[in-house]
């Protein structure tokens, strides 16, 4: 399995401001996905990054909100922008495509607080 | 994909066999049941997965019905790290994306 970090692994921001999460992978992945768990919920899937090219993103998100970057097979960015508290949740970032059967790994997870 | 029902909470004491059910009725003959197991403040971690057959590894035993509409993730002998949110994901190979639902909230009691 892959070896997944996140930074920073939490932040306290103020409202409209606009936090950027890094993702960094120890080997080339051929998928990175972004999540979102907000208090007390189960995981949403924000968007996937594509390498190359623009992400996909789930009913629901879009880009202007939470832009991604993905420059390449190691590395992706997600950014929160013009935060609000309802953005206060734990985001994740997940990779596959390491193995045969493609499971998905999660990163520690970016604990964002929103004032 | 399939959507799965769990049990919203489960206790089990600590060096018994946990089961945690899953119910998925509506899986199509393309779907692998997935289990991943959320602890606290950490991110999710895969467990094991199957099609049909049943299924072990280091860490966990899976066991599907016949007729693939339910499933039983076993560990063994609990520990008190084994306390977690369950979640069972039905997924078709080749569609990445996971979709969680409620989960099992796994208490192991000492």
């Known amino acids: 399995s892959a070896v997944i970090s996140q930074k920073p692994s939490r932040d306290i921001c103020q409202r409209g401001t606009s936090l950027t999460i890094q993702c960094q992978v120890d080997s080339q992945v051929t998928m990175m996905f972004w999540y979102r768990q907000q208090p007390g919920q189960s995981l949403t899937l924000i968007a996937t990054a594509n390498q190359g090219s623009e992400a996909t993103y789930e009913s629901g998100f879009v880009i202007d909100k939470f832009p991604i970057s993905r420059p390449n097979l190691t590395f992706s960015t997600l950014t929160v922008s013009n935060m609000s508290p309802e953005d206060s949740s734990i985001y994740l970032c997940s990779v596959a495509g390491t193995t045969r059967y493609n499971e998905q790994f999660f990163g520690p997870g970016t604990r964002l607080t929103v004032l | 994909d399939a959507k799965t029902t769990q049990p919203p909470s489960m206790d089990c004491a600590e060096g018994r066999a946990a089961n945690l059910p899953c119910n998925h009725s509506?899986?199509?003959?393309?779907?692998?049941v997935y289990w991943y197991r959320q602890i606290h403040s950490q991110g999710p971690q895969y467990i094991i997965h199957g099609l049909k057959n049943n299924e072990t590894n280091e860490m966990a035993s899976l066991i599907i019905t016949e007729d693939r509409k339910s499933s039983t993730l076993i560990l063994p002998h609990a520990t008190l790290r084994d306390t977690a949110v369950y979640y069972c994901?039905?997924?078709?190979?080749?569609?990445?994306?996971?979709?969680f639902g409620t989960g099992t909230r796994l208490t192991i009691i000492p």
């Open positions: 509506t899986i199509s003959g393309n779907e692998y």
């Open positions: 994901i039905v997924r078709g190979f080749g569609n990445e994306k996971l979709t």
